[in-house]
């Protein structure tokens, strides 16, 4: 990829339409992860994530190139959600110290760093939890959990 096609890449949040439902769940459908999943379960979490507001997506022109979805959380339930010893239920963001990335695929690795950081500035000092999966499996990372210190 060129440095002129990298420029040309956008980071948005997508609004609640049937149009970025549509694209979302088409770029989803396509990776590696999540092409696998009952299409009702990601088609729930994803349309909640738009609803909310809880979403970032990587694009050139109308070509979605990555998706960050996550929904609020408590730290309690996020660990044992780690753990898979409790189910994620969206909370309001004031009632919520955490926040769950549940949705997370690119299909150009340039763009990773982009949506983490936009999804981070997005939930400052609250913790994030994350699960890593690859070709469908989930796998332990190094990292499960971060705190989103906001910077003076």
């Known amino acids: 990829m060129t440095d002129d096609t990298k420029s040309d890449i956008q980071v948005i ?11 979302v769940l088409e770029f989803l459908s396509a990776s590696d992860v999540f092409s696998t999943f009952e299409l009702r379960t990601v088609a729930d979490v994803v349309r909640r994530q738009l609803a909310d507001g809880h979403n970032l997506g990587a694009v050139r022109g109308t070509e979605v190139l990555g998706y960050a979805g996550w929904l609020h959380t408590t730290e309690s339930v ?10 994620l239920k969206p909370l309001k963001p004031e009632d ?4 769950a990335l549940t949705v997370f ?20 000092g609250k913790r994030v939890f994350f699960k890593r999966g690859y070709d469908g499996v989930v796998r332990p990372s190094r ?10």
């Open 78 to 87: 996020g660990s044992e959600w780690m753990e898979d010893r409790s189910i």
């Open 96 to 99: 919520a110290d955490a926040v």
């Open 13 to 23: 949040g997508f609004a609640p339409t049937y149009e970025a439902f549509g694209m």
């Open 105 to 124: 695929a690119a299909a150009d690795t340039s763009v990773t760093p982009r949506l983490i950081r936009g999804a981070r500035e997005l939930n400052k």
């Open 143 to 152: 990292k499960s959990a971060v705190l989103n210190v906001a910077k003076p």
